[in-house]
């Protein structure tokens, strides 16, 4: 009995213990809150606004993720928003003399940087200077960085200045090695997101395609690079074709770069600008701190817009990264009941996903543009699904660059029949109808099942394209002709229709104003930013975990192949999805 009432007591002090530890832990919790709202920074006299390593440019709320006990040095993640103001803040601010580009890479979208890229120029207006500073440079950073009045590289450095390219993984060989059967069923012989597993080799039309927007996109960016640089357009191709940027002295030869020195002569070299003395410290302060010297310099207003982010694949269900339907609908039905919002920008920035949850979504943007207007702006991507959601939009703007269009839609279902049969596994259905077992992990889909997947498959296409020729004022045959799955840069999509203008978010508010008759306003962004509570009870998921630790191990790209296979909220019926991403390393 003893024995009994000392294993009871054992139980309840180590229940109290447990509870006492995690109240300990939030209050710490509570505490590291409190201390991340801290006071706002004082900026200096003779400041320079400086854009280092750690910043990472993201476009929605929903990405503004750390994780909650990462050790070292966390991202600085910055809406491309706030980076835009901020540039546009510093350029009348009496304080900030300068801006420095201080990073060899940069984590940011190809219309992010081209949006870095104009705020800058707009910048330098102000007869302000913008310099730069590189080590080992990416192409990302040094398209940003050669808007620069001076560009200035490490005499042990370089600058991998190459051009775009894009390597597909073909994955059907390997699949019927391994017993691993995939039915494909699509519409649209340019949707090449299921190509990998259909063949072994680019199709034509794949290639057509791709190759016609990486063109599109570099001639657009190596142009700007050029005029920045002050380089004739066929010196400047022969100097990447020749990789010149990889050699410091090259780069000087070639104008890539303008001086050659060490980080401190460059510091040296902005104190000589601002007049500074040797033994006079340099004031740098970092965009992140900038941005939240002033965030909150104006109460909220009575008229609002409301910018409303869809970032990431569209699902069905309910999740925050991303775009999940039943979350999505829930922020578009805050947006339509709230009086003071009297217009929306729908900012996409989406390769698409699920048919079924994109219409649920362009469903509930229609009801709510009965009540205010909606203009729609662009990011890197509003392909098929994501393009699909743009079709309750007044108007659309596109970035030059935007991966646009994807007007097409498949269904793909994977299968492990012979691969369990060479493992001596086999499996009989017993059912009470002709299609009960439409599909099975080991038998694949029955005839009938590809069937009426098929019919699926074309209805959906049909109503893709119905709700285009609505919304653009075309025909069937003339969005059949441009759609077929097809991907084009916003460039090519304004001259064939698909968007109304060519401009940033910031054209997009600026129109909603007028549409809306607002003058005086504030702009208010949807879905708000995860707490950091609700960030980490949502990083204990089993699912979260499980997926971080396989996309560590195998790579973000690989990870997006082998999700296409495993993941169930990608085999929920039909998809409207883009087969590729593209990026400038």
Do not use: C
């Amino acid at each position: 009995m003893k024995s009994f009432f000392k294993n009871v007591m054992a139980n309840i002090v180590a229940i109290i213990i447990i509870a006492a530890v995690f109240s300990l832990f939030l209050i710490m919790m509570i505490a590291a809150s409190a201390l991340s709202g801290e006071q706002k920074p004082n900026i200096k006299d003779n400041t320079i606004l400086t854009l280092d390593f750690k910043t990472n440019i993201i476009d929605s709320p929903t990405e503004d993720q750390n994780e909650m006990f990462a050790f070292g040095d966390k991202p600085k993640n910055i809406l491309i928003f706030d980076m835009l103001e901020a540039i546009k803040k510093a350029k009348s601010d009496d304080k900030i003399k300068g801006i420095s580009i201080e990073t060899d890479g940069i984590h940011a979208g190809l219309t992010q940087l081209d949006d870095i890229r104009g705020a800058l120029q707009d910048f330098k207006k102000s007869g302000k200077f913008v310099y730069a500073y590189g080590n080992v440079v990416s192409q990302a950073a040094y398209y940003l960085g050669s808007v620069a009045d001076q560009y200035i590289l490490n005499p042990a450095g370089g600058i991998d200045l190459k051009g775009l390219s894009t390597e597909v993984l073909y994955m059907k060989s390997f699949a019927d090695k391994y017993g691993i059967g995939i039915e494909i069923i699509r519409h649209g012989k340019y949707k090449s997101a299921v190509e990998p597993f259909m063949r072994d080799d680019m199709s034509p039309e794949n290639k057509e395609q791709l190759s016609t927007l990486l063109n599109d996109i570099w001639s657009v960016n190596s142009q700007k690079i050029a005029s920045s640089r002050k380089i004739d357009p066929a010196q400047f191709k022969t100097v990447v074709d020749s990789l010149y940027g990889a050699i410091p002295d090259l780069s000087l030869t070639y104008k890539l770069a303008d001086k050659l020195m060490q980080k401190s002569e460059y510091d040296q070299m902005i104190k000589t600008k601002l007049n500074l003395a040797k033994k006079d410290k340099l004031t740098k302060v970092s965009f992140k701190k900038y941005i939240h010297s002033f965030s909150d310099d104006s109460s909220k207003k009575e008229d609002q817009i409301a910018v409303l982010y869809a970032s990431g694949a569209i699902y069905n269900g309910e999740g925050y990264q991303n775009i999940y339907a039943d979350n999505f609908v829930k922020e578009i039905k805050k947006i339509a009941d709230n009086d003071k919002v009297k217009a929306v920008v729908l900012r996409i920035n989406s390769p698409g996903g699920s048919a079924n949850a994109s219409d649920e979504i362009l469903f509930e943007l229609e009801q709510m543009k009965k009540k205010k207007p909606i203009t729609v702006s662009f990011g890197d991507y509003a392909a098929s699904g994501g393009y699909y959601i743009a079709m309750a939009a007044d108007k659309i703007y596109s970035e030059p660059n935007t991966l646009t269009g994807s007007i097409g839609v498949f269904g793909m279902i994977p299968y492990f029949k012979e691969a369990a049969n060479k493992n001596g596994l086999t499996s009989h259905p017993v059912t009470t109808n002709a299609n009960s077992n439409m599909y099975s992990f080991v038998n694949g889909v029955t005839p009938g099942g590809v069937t009426i997947l098929t019919k699926s498959v074309e209805k959906t296409y049909k109503r893709f394209v119905h709700f285009v020729t609505e919304n653009r004022k075309k025909s069937f045959a003339q969005i059949d002709e441009i759609g077929g799955g097809r991907v084009w840069s916003g460039s090519r999509a304004k001259e064939i229709g698909l968007v109304d203008e060519l401009g940033t978010l910031q054209d997009a508010i600026n129109f909603a104003a007028q549409k809306a008759k607002l003058k005086d306003y504030s702009v208010t962004a949807y879905p708000k930013k995860m707490s950091q509570f609700e960030q980490l009870f949502k990083n204990l998921d089993e699912d979260e975990i499980s997926a971080r630790v396989i996309k560590n191990k195998i790579g973000t790209e690989n990870y997006r192949l082998f999700e296409q296979i495993t993941n169930p909220k990608l085999q929920q019926g039909v998809m409207m999805k883009m087969p590729f991403e593209i990026k400038i390393d």
